[in-house]
């Protein structure tokens, strides 16, 4: 199937202002673009892009004083089946597991392993290990937080969602992934779009998701405690560890964010 997807995003600026902008599709994905998802800026800037670290496509720029925005829209193929699932997948011992998802199994910014780390033993220690563990954490993540956008905060953490049973999707993620390093498990940061092509009316007002990928027999599979379920049309933008690495915007001065719109649409089946 074909999706139309994209994004706009509007800010007052008092001053110039350098920006990171995070919002293009990743590039395992590029190659299934049929029109690309360029950034555009209006006014128009001078922009230069560049991987990061985790090989995510970044672009800087200045936006200059006053109303500016920027956003993406492109179409996309996509194979029109939901999130693999793979329950026989086998959890690896850490001394056998490849160095480079060894980053995955450290605490960051927002996933707190050391302050988790005991209550994740304690509530999945007896779990079996593999896809059911990683499963039971994201089963009980999904219960234990309510959704809430009102309540959204940028600097909670992994183990302050934990005590306040509150969150949106960054939150559940978060937990979940501080819940399954703890358990040993590599687990990175996902951000992107997540459509409702599949699931039945009536359809919440368009956003960016977040989920995670677990590192299990020997692949990384897609996990999603906020709607702990396969979902359709889920189109990756940035990964990392957790959401300080894969910011969608990250502006070096003051602003205010005036307009906000994500879309992500079926075109035909």
């Not at 029109?35 to 006014?43: A, C, S």
Request: charged share 20%; hydrophobic share 35%.
């Amino acid at each position: 199937m074909r999706i139309h997807l994209g994004c706009e995003l509007g800010y007052q600026f008092p001053n110039p202002t350098p920006m990171i902008v995070n919002l293009n599709v990743h590039f395992s994905r590029v190659g299934a673009l049929e029109r690309p998802d360029h950034l555009v800026t209006t006014p128009v800037v001078p922009i230069t892009s560049y991987r990061d670290s985790f090989g995510n496509w970044c672009n800087r720029l200045v936006a200059p004083s006053g109303v500016f925005t920027l956003g993406t829209d492109g179409v996309i193929h996509d194979d029109g089946l939901s999130d693999p699932v793979g329950h026989d997948a086998v959890q690896h011992k850490v001394e056998d597991l490849p160095s480079d998802t060894l980053l995955y199994l450290l605490g960051s910014r927002y996933c707190e392993t050391d302050l988790l780390s005991n209550e994740a033993w304690r509530l999945f220690g007896e779990t079996p290990e593999g896809w059911a563990r990683v499963q039971a954490i994201c089963d009980f993540v999904h219960n234990h937080v309510s959704f809430d956008y009102m309540q959204a905060r940028a600097t909670r953490s992994a183990a302050e969602t934990y005590r306040e049973r509150v969150g949106v999707c960054r939150d559940y993620t978060h937990l979940a992934v501080a819940f399954c390093r703890a358990m040993n498990i590599p687990t990175r940061y996902c951000t992107g779009y997540v459509s409702d092509i599949g699931l039945p009316p009536p359809y919440a007002e368009m956003d960016f998701a977040a989920w995670m990928e677990v590192y299990l027999g020997g692949r990384w599979w897609t996990f999603d405690p906020r709607n702990n379920a396969p979902r359709w049309g889920r189109i990756l933008i940035a990964q990392g560890r957790d959401a300080s690495d894969v910011p969608l915007t990250h502006t070096f001065g003051p602003n205010t964010l005036t307009g906000f719109r994500v879309w992500t649409d079926q075109i035909d089946g």
